[in-house]
């Protein structure tokens, strides 16, 4: 049984259109988290969520936005898409009070 | 702000060698500290943590120890395989806001036969 899952794997796209990218995880956990590797595998925090209410929003254009329908759903929206924007984009969650978090297998995203 | 320090690889060594994979943080309080692996193509799992000081954590023979004199969490594993190849990030988890993960750049270790 996957834990956290994300799709699609690789997704690939014209710069200027809209794409999304969904996660799920069946861990029962109540806070879920975006993440950006670009192409040196450098990790940064976008956003996360915990019940549903947005708790973190770092620094990200506002043409990424995400969308938590229930606990266990963080999906992630991204609007006129831009050549820097592909990346591989990693979900993960965590239970609330516990700092581990385990993540996703990725979504590879390529903006030509 | 909180942040994460891990040396550059890539680290290439062979098989049945030691490795240690440097990193050193700088944050307020006690951060829970984690390692994370990244083989290729998949995504990260956690390899060990330790939420206080002079935990040691340990999984796969590989271990770290949480020193915070020093605020490092060196990452060691007297002997390797070609299958530890793979990319290992050092993180942290500040203890007023545990969502906000800091990870190091990574370092790719290259393990030969």
């Known amino acids: 049984d996957t834990a956290v899952s994300q799709t699609p794997k690789y997704l690939v796209t014209q710069m200027g259109n809209d794409k999304s990218i969904k996660c799920e995880q069946n861990?029962?956990?109540?806070?879920m988290y975006w993440y950006k590797q670009d192409s040196k595998k450098f990790l940064k925090i976008m956003f996360s969520?915990?019940?549903?209410?947005?708790?973190i929003n770092e620094t990200v254009p506002n043409r990424f936005s995400p969308k938590s329908p229930d606990k266990a759903h963080l999906n992630l929206h991204i609007n006129s898409l831009e050549l820097g924007d592909s990346a591989v984009y990693f979900c993960?969650?965590?239970?609330?009070?516990?700092?581990?978090?385990?993540f996703g297998p990725g979504t590879r995203l390529t903006v030509l | 702000g909180d942040s994460v320090t891990q040396m550059e690889g890539p680290v290439t060594l062979s098989e049945e060698a030691c490795l240690t994979i440097?990193?050193?943080?700088?944050?307020?309080?006690?951060?829970?500290l984690f390692w994370y692996v990244q083989y290729p193509g998949e995504g990260l799992q956690l390899l060990l943590k330790a939420t206080k000081a002079d935990d040691k954590g340990s999984n796969k023979g590989f271990e770290a120890t949480y020193r915070k004199e020093t605020t490092s969490f060196h990452l060691e594993k007297g002997s390797v395989q070609v299958s530890d190849s793979a990319v290992y990030f050092c993180a942290l988890s500040p203890t007023d806001s545990w969502g906000k993960f800091q990870f190091g750049a990574g370092t790719q270790v290259v393990v030969t036969p």
């Open positions: 861990l029962g956990h109540d806070t």
């Open positions: 440097n990193c050193t943080y700088t944050a307020t309080g006690y951060p829970s």
């Open positions: 993960a969650s965590s239970q609330g009070g516990t700092p581990q978090q385990f």
């Open positions: 969520y915990n019940n549903k209410e947005l708790i």
